[in-house]
């Protein structure tokens, strides 16, 4: 399912980048 994968891929990257801007524990 190399859709649902890139599906996948894009919303973690979204999560990472939102959680860049939290300071890092």
Same mark, same amino acid.
């Given at each position: 399912m190399p859709e649902y994968?890139? #599906?996948l891929?894009?919303?973690m #990257? #979204? &999560?990472r &980048?939102? *959680?860049g801007? *939290?300071?890092k524990c």
């Open positions: 994968w890139a #599906s891929k894009n919303t #990257s #979204s &999560v &980048v939102r *959680l801007f *939290l300071p």
